[in-house]
């Protein structure tokens, strides 16, 4: 990626971004539905746009006690009383490679300076080769289900997490049951021994610890987990019914991650390294803004050649002004649809300090 180097400058520093919070990096933190791991974006580089499996953000550490792999069944429940049950064992023979394919968790945000996100290269079993194993209606919902840490005790308790989709977006969107992260199996905090992958849609949907997928009534209730992430997956009004919500697509975002420094003959100048990632089409259009005050320009180095995982871009900036400047991006094609960015959702803001 070209940068200010190219012009024989040196790196002076890095300008940190201001006002976000300050979160532990790289290893897990907490435990159960609080444990969390967090992902150092700023060291993003063409040669770790996939991530470790061991540095893979971690949102949900996993639950205390599990049934053991041998035991470990998944069950698949048609409509018409159709029942089918895998094996762990079953499913792994089965599973080969899907791709690369970005995660991020809908409330990733500035206080965890965007720790929620990340890349693997996952191996597994597409949903739509095991809902033919029982009648499932191509226009009916299907709940996949998974153990959970949960919460509380005693009889009101919850230990599960589920999420119930329409069959037809989950099949078209290449929805997969993954055994597999980074040519191996999954850790244990990642859903180990099967969780489910759905490319370009939100972490929140992305049930770990799977054990039971079944066709449900077209008026079944929005799950637990569906009601908490409703805001953040942008659904209309406080839908009640499952069949209520819009699928949880992640738009086009971009992010800036690094704000170099560099001295370059008599000037200082900045580099400013992103990325971008959602949506379902490229762009050769993206654009950034510095401060609200000035407009849009075309982002320098944007090679934007997939959607399933993060792009890299950079862009040479050269204030005029010290102080504090807010950086958004947008897409230059407004047909694409990018509401979180935006929004401002995805601005981050240095403070330049007095060049003079
Ligand atoms: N069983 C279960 N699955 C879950 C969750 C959970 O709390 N319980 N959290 C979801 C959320 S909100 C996200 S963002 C992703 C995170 O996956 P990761 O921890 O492997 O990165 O898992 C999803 N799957
Ligand atoms: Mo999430």
Sequence with gaps: MPSAAGGGGIRVGILEFDGEGNPPFGRPVGEGL????????????????????????????QPESLPGEAAWAISIRGSGGREDTLSVAELFRMARPAGVHLLECAGNGPHRRFGLM?????????????????????????????Y?????????????????FARHELEAAGGFLATEMNGAPLSADHGRPVRLLVPGWYGCVCIKWVFDIAVVPADAKATDQMREFAGRTQQPGRPVQAREF???????????????????????????TGIAWGGNKTTDSLQIRFGRESGFVP???HDHTMNATWTLWSHTWKPEFAGRTTIRLRAGDPSILARRMNAGYYDRTVIVPDLT
Excluded: M
């Design 299 to 301: 982002v320098e180095h």
């Design 118 to 146: 990340s890349a693997a290269s996952w191996g597994g079993v597409p949903l739509a080769e095991l809902l033919c194993r029982v009648d499932a209606p191509d226009d009916g919902l299907v709940r996949v289900t998974g």
């Design 148 to 164: 959970d840490p949960g919460i509380g005790s005693g009889p009101r308790s919850r230990h599960t997490a589920s999420w119930i």
């Design 34 to 61: 609080h444990g969390r791991l967090f992902v150092d974006l700023s060291a993003l580089a063409p040669g770790s746009l996939i991530t470790p499996s061991d540095r893979f953000y971690i949102r949900t550490r």
């Design 246 to 272: 819009v699928a949880a697509r992640q738009d086009l975002a971009a992010l800036p991650v690094r704000v170099e420094q560099w001295r370059v003959g008599k000037r200082t100048e900045f580099q400013v």
